[in-house]
Every structure is written in structure tokens, then in C-alpha cells.
């Protein structure tokens, strides 16, 4: 998700960096950042001078320090309450008191992660769809401490970068994910069950209701692992037996089949796409 946010900021003219602590995720960023703009090159979707451009325009760093003087920050890390808060209280340490922080999550609430640093004055959800550079939409929520100014930065930033912003309440899932989650676990139960291949459910849901992916190879694309989190991060504060993760669904994260990043889930693949290239 955050190399994909990241094409999406380069390929308005504005430069980003990439930071990841783990060095081979960052070369993993580099490599999809390539890949992405030479298949918009082959596929007459962009020039060649305009991809080189801006792939130019992506930095990469595994170093937090790098990262002073970053005016806006959109932060892409797992549903993890903790996780956010360490890394949010980082970015303001590096950046100043200063800096938008957008933060894109599926389940948790703007107002908690918010509640976790010391300014959440200037922190406003960002929720990106996958695969971010191919869709446009981004939920945009506020926290009860959201700004009035932040607000209005991280607006005009998404429009700034091309992308479609929408405004929900911070509540539970927003709009797609109240969805999504507990339909893609309905999903999950059907193929436990037996009920139809993976194949076969996709094959349905395009054929019938015209949905350019079927939710098996969404999934897929998601990534397991994601859904897992997200699961059961929403399933805690709802208690909707729909949102709770499903047995198959634990056990293929725990196999490591975790869709494309892992080449393996409820398809094989045989290289690493994941912008539906």
C-alpha cells in the first residue's frame, strides 16, 4: 500500500520518499515502482520521459532521521493500535509539530490513533483503496481532535494528487470496508465449506454483477494477512459474527499463503504484481 500511495504523489510532479525500516522492503518499493511505470510505458498509458520522471521523484530510506523537514507524512502500516502510535510519535519527533500525518487505515478509529501522539490536532484519516494507483478513492475521516486546518491541507493534498477524496465518519469500517470485510469472510466460509472453487466464486461475482475483480483474486491482492488483521480489528469493536476471521482464513496466514506478495493464496502466481498489471 505505501509503495502504491507513493506513485500515486510521484505521478503528480511531488516528490516522496519511501521509509521503511526493513531494508528489503524498500528494495522490494523500488523494484514495483519500476515495474509500474514500465508497464504504463508499454501499455501507452504514459511516456517514457514522464515515467522516467517520476520514477525520479521517489526517494528511499530505511532511516526515520532522513525524513526531517517532511511537510505532509501519509503513514501506511498494518491495523496495529500500538504500532500506529509509535510510529506517529516518531514522525512528529522527525518532522516537527508541524506535519499533516494521514493515516490509512481500514478499521481503527481516527480518533484513537490520534489520541496516541502528542498533536492530533494534525491527524486526519486517509483510507486508500487497493490497488492505490489504479483507484481513485480515498475515505477521508476526521478525529474528534481533527483540526479545521488539517482538514483542509490533507483535502486539497488528495486533490492535489489526483486521487477522488470522500468524506465519512470516523466509525467502524467507514463505507467500504462496512462491506467488504465481512463479505470477503463470507467469501472465505463458502470455499471452507465447499460450496464452490475460488475460481468458480470469482467467475460468479464478475460474470453476474460485472465487478471487474472477483473476491477470491481481490483477496489475493489485499493480501491475507491484511484481512486477518483487519478482521479482527473491526470484529473487537462490533462483535458482528460476519466480521470475525474465519478458520480457513487463520489458517492460510499461518502456511504463509498470503496472496500475491507471498506468490501463493487462493491462486498461484509466478511473479511479483501487485497493481494488477
Not at 530510506?61 to 505532509?72: C, H, K, M, W
Request: with cysteine.
Amino acid at each position: 500500500m505505501g509503495t502504491g500511495i507513493a506513485i500515486t504523489i510521484a505521478r503528480a510532479g511531488i516528490p516522496v520518499t519511501l521509509y521503511d525500516p526493513v531494508p528489503a522492503s524498500l528494495a522490494r518499493g523500488r523494484s514495483l515502482v519500476a515495474d509500474f511505470f514500465k508497464s504504463g510505458v508499454a501499455k501507452g498509458k504514459i511516456t517514457e520521459a514522464a515515467a522516467q520522471q517520476a520514477i525520479s521523484l521517489v526517494g528511499y530510506t530505511d532511516d526515520i532521521e532522513q525524513l526531517a523537514g517532511v511537510t505532509v507524512a501519509v503513514e501506511a502500516v498494518f491495523e496495529d493500535l500500538q504500532v500506529k502510535h509509535a510510529l506517529l510519535q516518531s514522525l512528529f519527533a522527525t518532522c516537527g509539530a508541524g506535519v499533516l500525518i494521514l493515516t490509512n487505515t481500514s478499521t481503527l478509529s481516527i480518533t484513537e490513533i490520534a489520541a496516541g501522539c502528542d498533536h492530533p490536532s494534525r491527524v486526519v484519516g486517509a483510507h486508500y483503496c487497493l490497488p492505490a494507483p489504479l483507484m481513485k478513492l480515498v475515505e477521508m475521516s476526521k478525529g474528534m481532535q481533527t483540526s479545521s486546518e488539517a482538514w483542509a491541507d490533507a483535502w486539497g493534498f488528495e486533490q492535489a494528487t489526483g486521487q477522488h477524496p470522500i468524506e465519512t465518519k470516523d466509525r467502524p469500517g467507514f463505507i467500504l470496508n462496512h462491506f467488504c470485510i465481512p463479505y470477503h469472510n463470507d467469501v472465505i466460509r463458502m470455499v471452507e465449506q465447499g460450496t464452490a472453487d475460488p475460481a468458480e466464486i470469482d467467475r460468479a461475482m464478475k460474470s453476474a454483477l460485472g465487478f471487474a475483480m472477483g473476491p477470491c483474486e481481490l483477496l489475493d491482492l489485499i493480501g491475507l494477512d491484511t484481512q486477518l488483521r483487519a478482521s479482527e480489528a473491526f470484529y473487537e469493536v462490533t462483535n458482528n459474527p460476519r466480521i470475525a476471521p474465519p478458520p480457513l482464513l487463520r489458517r492460510m496466514v499461518a502456511a504463509g499463503q498470503l496472496g500475491r506478495k507471498t506468490k501463493n493464496g487462493f491462486y498461484r502466481y509466478d511473479r511479483d504484481a501487485v497493481f494488477g498489471a
